[in-house]
């Protein structure tokens, strides 16, 4: 849902949204897919910024 409602250009609902991001950034950094996270931007493990709707896309939860 945030990442339809990046590409469409409106906000969504905040409460959903971030309980969306924190279990995508939780699940990727379980699988060490990312290290950190600021803002709309996380941290590859060897420190590259990317940011975070991109990450979302190319690493859906659970694949």
């Keep these: ?3 339809a409602a ?3 250009g ?3 609902e905040s409460a959903q949204a971030k309980s969306e991001v924190v ?3 939780e699940w990727a950094r379980k699988n060490r897919i990312v290290i950190a996270m600021s803002g709309e ?3 590859t493990p060897d420190g590259v910024a990317v940011p975070l709707a991109e990450m ?3 690493f ?3 694949e």
């Design 23 to 25: 279990a995508w950034f």
């Design 60 to 62: 859906p939860v659970g």
């Design 10 to 12: 409106r906000k969504p």
């Design 41 to 43: 931007v996380v941290y």
């Design 56 to 58: 979302m896309q190319r």
């Design 6 to 8: 990046c590409k469409q």
């Design 1 to 3: 849902m945030f990442v």
